[in-house]
Nanobody, 122 residues
Framework: QVQLVESGGGLVQAGGSLRLTCAAS????????MAWYRQAPGKQRELVAT??????????NYPDSVKGRFTISRDDAKNTVYLQMNSLKPEDTAVYYC?????????????WGQGTQVTVSS
């Protein structure tokens, strides 16, 4: 059973940077996706970054709202995923969640972290 533990949230000024960490434990499928989502008050949960490993090929994807500012990466040896957030804006304020999705031959439920608050002041 995969478990995710998040850290790194906090309060920063606009234009600043934060690095979120998601430490995974358990059996990670060879084919899988890790992602960061965020949810601001009164808004739907929004995908902000994905990093996918499929048949040995690794890819990343970002929505336009964060392209050029956010970078998702991972340390395979540590089973840890990072979200480097630069040039932060007040509209980036949200609770950020780590997500794991198995892409194996059998269906398994997604796994979510507990969330970490990111607040960007004007």
């Amino acid at each position: 059973q995969v478990q995710l533990v998040e850290s790194g949230g906090g309060l920063v000024q606009a234009g600043g940077s934060l690095r979120l960490t998601c430490a995974a434990s358990g059996s990670i499928s060879t084919n899988h996706a890790m992602a960061w989502y965020r949810q601001a008050p009164g808004k739907q949960r929004e995908l902000v970054a994905t990093i996918t490993t499929f048949t040995g090929f690794r890819s990343t994807n970002y929505p336009d709202s964060v392209k050029g500012r956010f970078t998702i990466s991972r340390d395979d040896a540590k089973n840890t995923v990072y979200l480097q957030m630069n040039s932060l804006k007040p509209e980036d304020t949200a609770v950020y969640y780590c997500n794991y999705k198995s892409l194996g031959s059998i269906t398994r439920p997604d796994v979510w972290g507990q969330g970490t608050q990111v607040t960007v002041s004007s």
